[in-house]
């Protein structure tokens, strides 16, 4: 088995080990689902006016945020590498035959698909079959849910790329608190986590659209529903891949700069 | 030949600074004042294959950044090094398969799982073919004692249990050159002694080269051949254990126990430490005094029971070098 295969099999060796914390998570998941569909009904009930998004489609869209909670949220950072920098045990991960951008970028695409492997089915299992209007809708196609699968992945693949910055600022600024809390709350919003970016004003969907978040969960989610149809869903995942092509070259760029200069803090 | 070899490396750091106090506090949030703090200066030593070679030094010394730099964790300001034919920071990634290394302070060692699982990950990131592994795995739980802890979360284990474990993990894809910061810190007597007689082994039987620091000296008696002290981050000492003795270890105590009753004798140049009626205990400078004649001496004052000389502890030659080096 090679490197990266095997940090997956600790990582979900490891996410095992804490079974309550899993539990714990599918009960949040289903939680917020229900709470924020029960706020868009109310919404949707006594509002007359035309909404760009059909309730059903907001309910497929929060269903899928919290299934895949943690493959497309930002701000699920693994704290076990910033403490690899900040506390001085990058001096084992730099005696180890790897280049550290690459390595660094699967041990965050295993930590994001271990703990969403052990939410995701538990928590499909139960919103499928929830009553009207709360069940998740079926997608509208094969197409559509072959489409969105891949952008789902493309999308992990970016959010990994998009923290990656995170952590190698880490090595400059010694904490994660400020660069985490920055791109949190930017991040998430735009990415379409609080408010889905059709329901956003104008001029708020412009600046959406000329960030990389919205890419990660606005696209794949409204692939699923048949808000973005198929041609436009083909264009989207080229640009995810542009967006991704970039963010992974810069990231690794920025690693080498950062372990010239790299200091083992605590002796 | 020389399979280590370091010329005049250099590093130095920035560390930020500012006094106690609110005020000063406030006023690092706008002007951050940096103090170059210079941890190595022209560092230049060999190294020859199968030697183990002890790195010691006062806390702050250098030493931890001196092997960080030959495990090609840290890129040093100036200088050379080649290792094996490598520079470690320039071929890091080829460079640290022939390496093994132990951080005492730190752990390499996944937490929360069994031990035999972090071996496994271990395996997979080196590429070790399964019958190495298997062989090198056998080879170390024997030595080392690991059969009953291998199954064992790491988080439960003791320190010297782990450390144990942190030796062979270091050790499993057959590295030619081991490095050791600080391997025996905070272990007790039997820990500490199993894993030196582990170095010893390894070393003989498998040829692995062995640079460990310490601030044990017992490790430095027991194993290393060869001392390279190093203070304030200028290499002060290159040589053996006994070339540093017989430098500054001329110095011996003597323990006389008396049968009967006896009176104590004066010595011209050997001075009294302790006396009472049954035992005395003088010191003198072996150079200068000749122990028969002494010993006849001191048998004047009465029947000898028992005779006892002793070498001052190495613990204080090295106190007395880093004293005349002012480090």
């Known amino acids: 088995m090679n490197a990266p295969l095997s940090l997956l099999k600790m990582r979900f060796l490891t996410g095992l080990q804490y079974r309550a914390a899993a539990a714990a998570g599918i009960l949040t998941q289903l939680f917020f689902g229900l709470i924020f569909i029960m706020v868009y009904v109310a919404f949707y009930t006594h509002n007359g006016a035309a909404q760009p998004m059909s309730l059903k489609e907001v309910v497929a869209y929060v269903w899928l945020q919290q299934m895949f909670f943690a493959l497309i949220v930002l701000w699920q950072f693994d704290v076990e590498l910033f403490e690899l920098i900040t506390g001085g045990n990058i001096a084992y991960e730099l005696c180890r035959p790897w280049r550290l951008y690459p390595i660094w970028y699967a041990k965050l695409l295993a930590a994001r698909l271990s703990s969403a492997s052990l939410r995701c089915l538990p928590v499909a299992l139960v919103v499928f079959i929830l009553p009207e209007p709360y069940r998740m809708p079926l997608p509208t196609s094969p197409a559509a849910f072959l489409l969105f699968t891949l952008a789902l992945l493309s999308g992990l693949l970016l959010v990994a790329a998009i923290s990656m910055l995170v952590y190698i600022s880490v090595f400059w600024t010694m904490s994660p608190v400020g660069s985490v809390l920055m791109i949190a709350v930017a991040g998430e919003f735009f990415a379409g986590m609080i408010v889905p970016v059709p329901l956003m004003p104008g001029w708020m969907q412009t600046i959406a659209g000329l960030l990389p978040f919205r890419w990660t969960v606005d696209f794949p989610f409204r692939v699923y529903t048949g808000h973005i149809g198929v041609r436009e869903a083909l264009a989207g995942i080229g640009i995810q891949m542009i967006w991704l092509a970039a963010l992974a070259a810069a990231g690794e760029w920025l690693m080498g700069r950062a372990l010239r200069r790299v200091v083992v803090q605590g002796g | ?327």
């Open chain 2, 1 to 327: 030949m020389s399979l280590i070899t370091l010329t005049g490396i250099g590093k130095s750091f920035k560390v930020a600074k500012r006094s106690a106090g609110f005020a000063e506090a406030v006023k690092a949030l706008f002007v951050r004042e940096h103090t170059i703090v210079e941890a190595l200066r022209d560092i230049s030593f060999t190294v020859r294959e199968g030697e183990i070679v002890g790195y010691i030094g006062p806390n702050g010394a250098g030493k931890s950044t001196t092997i960080k730099i030959m495990c090609g964790v840290l890129v040093p300001d100036a200088g050379a090094c080649s290792i094996m034919g490598f520079t470690p920071w320039k071929d890091r990634v080829r460079y640290v398969r022939h390496i093994g290394v132990v951080f005492g302070q730190r752990s390499q060692l996944w937490w929360d799982v069994p031990v035999i699982d972090s071996f496994e990950l271990l395996r997979d990131i080196y590429a070790i073919p399964p019958g190495i592994y298997r062989k090198n795995l056998d080879m170390l739980t024997e030595m080392l004692s690991l059969a009953d802890i291998l199954c064992t979360p790491v988080r439960q284990l003791s320190l010297g249990q782990r450390m144990r474990c942190e030796i062979a993990a270091s050790l499993l894809h057959d590295p030619a050159i081991l490095f050791l910061d600080e391997p025996t810190i905070g272990l007790d007597a039997e820990s500490k002694i199993a894993v030196r007689n582990f170095i010893r082994t390894i070393n003989r039987e498998r040829g692995v080269t062995v640079i460990l620091t310490t601030h044990d000296m017992h490790d430095i008696e027991a194993l290393a051949g060869r001392i390279l002290m190093i203070g304030k981050g200028t290499l002060l000492y290159d040589g053996s254990l006994s070339e540093l003795r017989s430098r500054y270890g001329t110095q011996k105590t003597i323990t006389v126990d008396y049968k009967a009753g006896a009176s104590p004798i004066d010595v011209p140049g050997v001075q009294c430490l302790s006396w009472s009626s049954g035992r005395a205990v003088y010191t003198f400078d072996s150079d200068r005094i000749d122990i028969t004649d002494l010993i006849n001496r001191l048998s004047a004052g009465g029947e000898l029971a028992d005779v006892e000389i002793g070498s001052p502890p190495v613990d204080e030659l090295i106190l007395q070098l880093y004293k005349e080096h002012r480090v």
